[in-house]
């Protein structure tokens, strides 16, 4: 094939997109359509609780215009790391709402469901064999971690949506995959070279991020041999040489070398020239294939349970002293906690100062507050709810009436922008699993489910 053409919707499922440009699009004549449905961005929590941090209503409303496009056109629809996090309670929800849909636009399709969630027991066999390393500053995995892991699931590559196109499926929805994973499998599956297939799929994951002025939104790409052709729909929008080289960069520790499962996207002999006021054109990439094939693992665990409460002040009096006075308020709330038979242990406290370091903290301290009024998040993360519901309460307490010197107040310190002021969050979790592991084929641990959906 000369010419593979794939339009993604937005960078991810939920995040809304203009309905005309998915219109306009269509009528360039795709030959895939496709949208990335999550990532490890919003944190750790939502793979371990199982949760989509994008609504049930926007992500049915994008998948809703998708579906009747692709079944119209009789093209494929690919969806990567399915309801946000790729685990299996993600995928079968994103599975139900495709059939919720069908059903109510009398839509057929053949449908797969490609799974990541790892079993702890074919993992620990793999670290027994030595063929999982750790990534960035990790540790060795153990089988401890493992078996505290709530959830853990693999980065598939390619291979298991180009299985998935092979057994004739127009509707895949993928659990945690890379994230040009799914658009460079198909464009490899149709003749075109890795090179170009996977800097496509670097384009295209975050829809419209490789335009100016961004917003969720649609891009349209022509990949050829040697070359990919970087446009917007929508008619507000325009790629531009700068916009596309500058979204080439993220979300890699090399700005120019990108791991994937399989090989490396080298990206340092790139050129970027405009072919009109509003497309792109690159070439020079190149794909050297790895002499291993690795799937990264990703995988949290529960560290406890959260609790917050939100405050502020503009009492210029208390902004002027405000260190010693968050000193004198984690003493008293140790000190009260204690006598509620709750110690140090059972609790970690932070309280977070915005118009001082609520960003950056101790990455940028700050000596002097130019603010005339400062907010507060104060978290608590206790070993159990009830831990953390109980000692938010005291710190908020404490944070509202304290004494200090100078003080003229005689009631509250604080300004509680909510009621109730005491937010209960639930479970937390942290990312414990970055590791890669090699595993015997890129299919092994991604088995796939087909049915045929009716409406």
Known sequence: MNEFRMLSTSGILGYGFAEE?????????????????????PGPYYLGAGKSFTSRLSVKRDLRLMLLAAVAARIPCIIGTSGGAGGEPHLQDT???VREIAR?????????????????????????????????????????????????VGMMGPEPFARALDEGAQVILAGRSSDPAQWAAPAMRAGIPPAPAWYAGKMLECGAEPTVPKEPDNIF??????????????????????????FALHENASPIHHTEPGGLLDTSACTFEAVSDRAVRVGGMTWTPASTYTVKLEGVERVGYRAITICGTRDPVLIGQIEGYLA??????AAKAASFGVPPSDYTMVVRTYGKDGVMAAWE?????????LGFVIEIVGKTQ???????????????????PGRLCKE????????????????MYRFSIFHVVAPNDPYEMFPIEYETVRG
Do not use: Y
């Open 21 to 41: 440009s998915l219109k306009i699009g269509m009528t360039w004549e795709p030959h895939v359509i496709g949208c990335d449905g999550g990532s490890t961005d």
């Open 95 to 97: 599975a139900a709402l």
């Open 104 to 152: 109510e636009e009398g839509l057929s399709f053949k449908m797969a469901l490609i799974h990541s969630e790892q079993p702890k027991d074919w993992l620990l066999d793999r670290i027994a064999e030595e063929r999982v390393r750790p990534l960035g500053k990790m540790p060795p995995l153990d089988p401890a971690t493992v078996a505290r892991a709530e959830r853990i």
């Open 221 to 246: 790409l022509r990949v050829r041999d040697d070359h990919i052709v970087c446009e917007p729909p929508n008619p507000i929008r325009r790629s531009t040489p700068l916009a596309v080289a500058n």
């Open 328 to 333: 004198t308020h984690r003493d008293k709330v």
């Open 365 to 373: 301290p700050q000596t002097a507050i130019t603010s005339h009024e």
């Open 386 to 404: 009830d831990i953390a519901n109980a000692v938010v309460a005291m710190a908020r307490t404490s944070m509202l009436h304290a004494d200090f």
């Open 412 to 427: 509250g310190n604080m300004a509680f922008p909510f009621s109730p002021s005491d937010i209960e969050l639930g479970p």
